[in-house]
């Protein structure tokens, strides 16, 4: 079995961005603007925020196992 390719260190820092890591950082940044610009509560905004790491969570959850 190939052993999976490492891009975080032992200290938790990121030694190899993934593909799209600061696209999908400049477009999470751009929705917090845009929530800005329309006066969104900033609790609802922190929710928002939660929401989508809970998604990406789940998805992360979903995919198939390696092993199989």
Known sequence: MEKPKRIVD??????NDPEHFHETLRWGRHMIDKMEEEKVD???????????TEELRFTLTMLRNRNV
Request: charged content about 25%; aromatic content about 6%; hydrophobic content about 40%.
């Open 42 to 52: 900033r609790s609802d905004m922190h929710l928002m925020v939660q929401r989508l």
């Open 10 to 15: 032992t200290d938790g820092y990121i030694i």
